[in-house]
């Protein structure tokens, strides 16, 4: 696999990551209407998946309408900013100085890391082995979902299509998160001693990926927003590589929390089409819940 190229799937991959408390059965819809409180015009939220083709959308009732009928479009950071991310990772994908992998993990997870490394990707750590174990555990993730699903391996992302969409229509695009925020929860959210845990555990258990990502693609095609949210925040017993509640966190309600305090100035101004990953959707710290809080009313379009 090409190094560049690599950094360019990463870049995209926490689209994915992100894809999550009172929920109900009416929450089965991934398109949402937000209206009242002082906005002119209303505002949609979309809940994304990196998973799904773009024929996805025809499954969802309006889509295409609310999208025409709004006037910038809204995404967790500003897609046409790759490059510069690309470029940033780059420059803080290495691990520390003085720490290497066999100061990290035991001879045989080194071994076990270095072999599933090279049956993937054709090279094993005498390449890639001063990049973080985050960095490692995502290039193994990107590979493993490109041989689960090579139908959708090479296709557009639907948050991609939805900001190349706005850019052909001359459209503002708006991204709530910059490329640091991106590049702090893809590389450095964790100390670099949990991240090596958990790219050992990966490589041990690499069949729970596989029913991981099974569940989500059956629950998002559901749009089942109450399996979405019990697949991120429910603890299985038997789970040997659990994320902690502050990882959690991090990753989800942290950032919908900030992105809680920008949405409601950025509607005002103009009418948006939101379209960010699916597990922002769900529960008492999700965007639905969080904007019905802030005075919005918040419904599902079907």
């Not at 969802?60 to 609310?66: F, K, L, N, V, Y």
């Not at 090279?123 to 689960?148: C, D, E, W």
């Not at 659990?242 to 950032?255: F, G, H, I």
């Amino acid at each position: 696999m090409n190094l560049k190229k690599t950094f360019s799937v990463l870049a995209a991959l926490i689209l994915l990551l992100s894809c999550g408390g009172s929920t109900t059965g009416s929450n089965k819809a991934l398109l949402w209407k937000i209206s009242g409180n002082g906005l002119e015009k209303p505002s949609y939220l979309f809940g994304t998946h990196h998973l799904v083709p773009l024929s996805f959308m025809d499954s969802i009732a309006d889509i295409h309408d609310a999208f025409g009928n709004t006037e910038q479009t809204v995404g967790e950071l500003d897609m046409s900013n790759m490059n510069e991310m690309q470029m940033k990772i780059m420059g803080r994908a290495m691990l520390p100085e003085g720490v290497t992998y066999a100061s990290l993990l035991s001879e045989g997870d080194v071994a076990l890391i270095d072999s599933t490394l090279t049956a993937l990707v054709g090279v094993g750590l005498q390449q890639f082995g001063r990049l973080k174990p985050a960095m490692l555990s995502n290039i193994i993730s990107v590979t493993l979902y490109q041989r689960y699903y090579p139908s959708l391996a090479t296709g557009k992302s639907l948050d991609q299509h939805f900001q190349e969409e706005a850019m052909k229509r001359s459209r503002p695009v708006v991204g709530l998160e910059t490329t640091e925020d991106q590049i702090y929860v893809l590389l450095e959210l964790q100390t670099t001693e949990r991240q090596a845990e958990l790219l050992s555990c990966m490589v041990k258990h690499p069949e729970l990926l596989k029913e991981q990502m099974d569940k989500l693609q059956a629950a998002y095609h559901a749009q089942d927003l109450d399996a979405l949210q019990r697949l991120y925040t429910e603890v299985m017993p038997d789970d040997p590589c659990p994320s902690t509640d502050q990882e959690k966190e991090a990753l989800n309600s942290d950032r919908n929390a900030r992105w809680l305090k920008k949405l409601p100035a950025i509607m005002a101004e103009k009418s948006s089409f939101i379209a960010v990953g699916c597990l922002h959707l769900p529960g008492e710290e999700g965007l639905i819940e969080g904007l019905r809080k802030l005075g919005f009313k918040v419904e599902a379009v079907r």
